[in-house]
Protein backbone atom coordinates (compact mmCIF):
# COMPACT_ATOMS: atom_id res chain seq x y z
CA UNK A 1 0.00 0.00 0.00
CA UNK A 2 1.09 3.09 -0.36
CA UNK A 3 2.53 5.83 2.14
CA UNK A 4 1.37 9.33 1.83
CA UNK A 5 3.91 11.60 4.12
CA UNK A 6 4.49 15.20 5.04
CA UNK A 7 7.73 15.40 6.87
CA UNK A 8 8.77 18.88 8.79
CA UNK A 9 11.69 20.74 8.40
CA UNK A 10 13.51 18.26 11.09
CA UNK A 11 12.96 15.25 8.64
CA UNK A 12 12.15 12.96 10.78
CA UNK A 13 9.10 11.63 9.47
CA UNK A 14 11.09 11.16 6.00
CA UNK A 15 13.88 9.23 7.90
CA UNK A 16 11.51 7.52 9.24
CA UNK A 17 9.18 6.30 6.03
CA UNK A 18 12.99 5.82 4.00
CA UNK A 19 13.37 2.96 6.39
CA UNK A 20 10.02 1.25 5.66
CA UNK A 21 11.49 0.77 2.27
CA UNK A 22 7.86 1.17 0.50
CA UNK A 23 5.91 3.05 -2.17
CA UNK A 24 6.16 6.84 -1.03
CA UNK A 25 4.79 9.94 -2.30
CA UNK A 26 5.69 13.00 -0.39
CA UNK A 27 3.24 15.81 0.44
CA UNK A 28 5.26 18.79 -0.17
CA UNK A 29 4.94 22.54 2.01
CA UNK A 30 4.45 24.73 -1.37
CA UNK A 31 2.45 22.21 -3.94
CA UNK A 32 -0.76 20.27 -3.47
CA UNK A 33 -0.50 16.52 -4.95
CA UNK A 34 -3.41 14.11 -6.16
CA UNK A 35 -2.86 10.88 -5.26
CA UNK A 36 -4.56 7.73 -7.56
CA UNK A 37 -4.65 5.26 -5.42
CA UNK A 38 -5.34 3.78 -1.63
CA UNK A 39 -2.93 5.07 0.96
CA UNK A 40 -2.41 5.33 4.73
CA UNK A 41 -1.16 8.98 5.87
CA UNK A 42 1.85 9.52 7.76
CA UNK A 43 2.81 12.57 9.33
CA UNK A 44 4.13 14.59 12.88
CA UNK A 45 1.82 16.46 15.10
CA UNK A 46 2.35 20.15 15.39
CA UNK A 47 1.25 22.57 18.30
CA UNK A 48 3.57 22.03 20.93
CA UNK A 49 1.09 20.23 22.62
CA UNK A 50 -2.01 22.37 21.84
CA UNK A 51 -4.86 21.19 19.74
CA UNK A 52 -4.84 23.95 17.41
CA UNK A 53 -2.66 23.50 14.99
CA UNK A 54 -1.66 19.97 15.87
CA UNK A 55 -2.66 19.08 11.79
CA UNK A 56 -0.42 20.44 9.62
CA UNK A 57 -1.19 22.80 7.22
CA UNK A 58 -0.16 21.27 3.89
CA UNK A 59 -1.76 18.20 5.21
CA UNK A 60 -5.20 19.67 5.89
CA UNK A 61 -4.44 21.24 2.11
CA UNK A 62 -3.80 17.59 0.98
CA UNK A 63 -6.77 16.14 2.29
CA UNK A 64 -9.12 19.25 1.23
CA UNK A 65 -9.08 17.63 -2.32
CA UNK A 66 -11.98 14.85 -2.33
CA UNK A 67 -10.15 12.53 -4.46
CA UNK A 68 -7.25 12.23 -2.07
CA UNK A 69 -9.66 12.34 0.98
CA UNK A 70 -11.79 9.69 -0.56
CA UNK A 71 -8.68 7.18 -1.33
CA UNK A 72 -6.93 7.65 2.83
CA UNK A 73 -7.31 4.29 4.66
CA UNK A 74 -5.17 4.76 7.91
CA UNK A 75 -3.05 7.02 9.87
CA UNK A 76 0.26 6.42 11.06
CA UNK A 77 0.98 9.64 13.41
CA UNK A 78 4.50 10.70 14.50
CA UNK A 79 4.71 13.07 17.47
CA UNK A 80 7.06 14.17 20.80
CA UNK A 81 5.98 12.49 23.84
CA UNK A 82 7.10 15.69 25.69
CA UNK A 83 3.77 16.30 24.66
CA UNK A 84 1.91 14.42 26.95
CA UNK A 85 -1.99 13.63 26.12
CA UNK A 86 -1.02 15.54 22.94
CA UNK A 87 1.20 13.17 22.00
CA UNK A 88 0.51 12.40 18.25
CA UNK A 89 -3.01 14.20 18.73
CA UNK A 90 -2.82 15.77 14.36
CA UNK A 91 -3.07 11.75 13.98
CA UNK A 92 -6.11 11.20 16.27
CA UNK A 93 -7.99 14.52 14.74
CA UNK A 94 -7.18 12.99 10.60
CA UNK A 95 -7.98 9.60 11.91
CA UNK A 96 -11.68 10.47 13.24
CA UNK A 97 -12.48 13.56 10.52
CA UNK A 98 -11.81 10.64 7.68
CA UNK A 99 -13.44 7.65 9.81
CA UNK A 100 -10.41 5.55 9.39
CA UNK A 101 -7.99 4.00 12.00
CA UNK A 102 -5.14 5.40 13.24
CA UNK A 103 -3.03 2.75 13.19
CA UNK A 104 0.58 3.59 15.11
CA UNK A 105 1.99 6.17 16.73
CA UNK A 106 5.86 6.73 17.14
CA UNK A 107 8.32 9.45 18.58
CA UNK A 108 10.32 11.67 16.66
CA UNK A 109 11.89 9.54 14.35
CA UNK A 110 10.89 5.95 15.68
CA UNK A 111 13.30 3.32 16.56
CA UNK A 112 13.72 -0.20 14.73
CA UNK A 113 10.82 -1.90 16.57
CA UNK A 114 8.73 0.83 15.13
CA UNK A 115 9.90 0.79 11.50
CA UNK A 116 9.37 -3.07 11.89
CA UNK A 117 5.57 -2.80 13.29
CA UNK A 118 5.03 -0.18 10.77
CA UNK A 119 6.05 -2.19 7.92
CA UNK A 120 4.86 -5.52 8.49
CA UNK A 121 1.55 -3.44 9.61
CA UNK A 122 0.90 -1.94 6.35
CA UNK A 123 1.88 -4.65 4.53
CA UNK A 124 -0.91 -6.76 6.11
CA UNK A 125 -3.37 -4.01 6.27
CA UNK A 126 -2.64 -3.67 2.58
CA UNK A 127 -4.05 -7.59 2.24
CA UNK A 128 -7.08 -6.56 3.65
Known amino acids: MLIVYFSSKTENTHKFVNKLDLPTERILAD ?3 EVNEPF ?3 FPSYGGGEVKGSVPL ?3 KFLNNPK ?5 RGVIAAGN ?3 GKMYCHGG ?5 KCG ?5 KFELMGNEEDVLKV ?9 K
Open 31 to 33: KVI
Open 40 to 42: ILV
Open 58 to 60: PVI
Open 68 to 72: NRSLI
Open 81 to 83: TNF
Open 92 to 96: KIVAE
Open 100 to 104: VPLLY
Open 119 to 127: KNGVINFGK
